[in-house]
Every structure is written in C-alpha cells, then in structure tokens.
C-alpha cells in the first residue's frame, strides 16, 4: 500500500524559500494526482494545490499564485512543493496526499518562519 | 469557493453513547458524474488526517462499522454509534467537487 514521506522540519527566515518533498513508497505513483494541503498551528486545513500525474499543468490556489511551484520527478516517485517569499504566517504543517478517496497523506513538514 | 459549515464546535460524549457530526456546504457537492465529493477525516493530536468516509457515505477501508455517513446535496452527517475512547480527536468534512477544495472548521471530540 502506497505511502508518502515527506521531508523534515524547517526553519527559514522571512523572504527565504522553502522545498518540501514527498516521497512515494510504492510504484503506482505515476497515476496519483499529488495535493498540498497546510494547516497553520492550532488551525484548519487550507489546499495550496496539485500536480497531476504525467507532471504537467499543475493547479495553484488562487491565494499562492506566483508564491508556489509544484513539481513531481517520476524516476524516483516523488513531488515537490517550493514556497518563496516566505512571511511567519507561513508558519504551518504541510502535508502531501494523494487522490482523495485512497487516503493517503504524507506525515506532514513543519515549516517554522522566524527572524 | 464552496463554504463547509460545521457543527458542533466541539462535543463531550460518555463512551458507549453515540455522537453526530453535521456539515453543510454552501452549494451541492453533488457531481455530474452523480458522485458526491464530501469526505470525512478525523485527526488525532500529532497526526495526519485519517480518512472515514469518502464519497459522502463510504466507509474507508479499515474505518470501524461504527462509523456511518449520510446526507446528500448540502446536508450531511457522520455518526458514530458507540463512541470509544480512540475516537477523540479533530473531525473535519471536506468538499473535492471542484477547486479549491475546502474543509469545514472542525468539530473536537472529547470524551468524559
């Protein structure tokens, strides 16, 4: 059963960037559809956006235009997510999924942004 | 964006007592493809979400019998029939009809 691992926790500075992975444990993520999803501490959850399969046309929220690239290396089965520009109310867990109804969701990255 | 309204905020139940969650939502999630894109999750302190039921009334697989999901359209509900002692933690409903997908407030469970 497919699972997704992500990358360890971070801190960066305001204005710095930031590239969390998620790493696919199985050989049918070519045909899963990867979602970015962040919740703020104490928060709800908020989408960010998706890559789909073959890796093209990824889709943005409309809040992170500009601000987010999504990208997905097939070989080794696993998505990226960068956030620039970062400001502290960046401050969040991020969390990869995949398609909804297979329930798979990454352990979540913690992205601290502090001066 | 579709708005995902729920309720209770939070709620107390006594082990073995049932418990139910309501979500709304702004606009039907019912799909033409005559699929209705809600799910439900719970998260527990620390963890990811985990999904119970997607497609607005199935149970994942592993998800415990006792949770159930109905509603259609707008309105929908989770139940729990015998709240057990694991079952604490954040619920949240989520839409994927179309983008963004949103997710509800949250309702925290407790147990007395």
């Known amino acids: 059963q497919m699972q997704l691992v992500q990358s360890g926790a971070e801190v960066k500075k305001p204005g710095a960037s930031v590239k969390v992975s998620c790493k696919a444990d199985?050989?049918?993520?070519?045909?899963?559809?990867i979602h970015w999803v962040r919740q703020a501490p104490g928060q709800g959850f908020e989408w960010m956006g998706w890559?789909?399969?073959?890796?093209?046309?990824?889709k943005y929220a409309q809040k992170f235009q500009g601000r987010v690239t999504m990208t997905r290396d097939t070989s080794i089965s696993t998505a990226y997510m960068e956030l620039s520009s970062l400001i502290s109310d960046d401050t969040a867990v991020y969390y990869c999924?995949?398609?909804?109804?297979?329930?798979?969701w990454g352990q979540g990255t913690l992205v601290t942004v502090s001066s | 964006d579709i708005v995902m309204t729920q309720t209770p905020l939070s709620l107390s139940v006594t082990p073995g007592q049932p418990a139910s969650i309501s979500c709304k939502s702004s606009?039907?999630?019912?799909?033409?493809?005559?699929?209705?894109?809600l799910y439900w999750y719970l998260q527990k302190a620390g963890q990811s979400p985990q999904l119970l039921i997607y497609?607005?009334?199935n149970r994942f697989s592993g998800v415990p019998d006792r949770f159930s999901a109905s509603g259609s359209g707008t309105d929908f509900t989770l139940k729990i029939s015998r709240v057990e002692a694991e079952d604490v933690g954040l619920y949240y409903c989520?839409?994927?009809?179309?983008?963004?997908?949103?997710f509800g407030g949250g309702t925290k469970m407790e147990i007395k």
């Open positions: 999924a995949s398609n909804w109804s297979s329930g798979h």
């Open positions: 497609e607005a009334s």
């Open positions: 989520m839409h994927s009809l179309k983008v963004p997908p949103t």
């Open positions: 606009r039907s999630l019912l799909h033409s493809d005559g699929k209705t894109y």
């Open positions: 199985g050989d049918i993520f070519t045909g899963y559809y």
């Open positions: 890559i789909n399969p073959d890796g093209n046309g990824p």
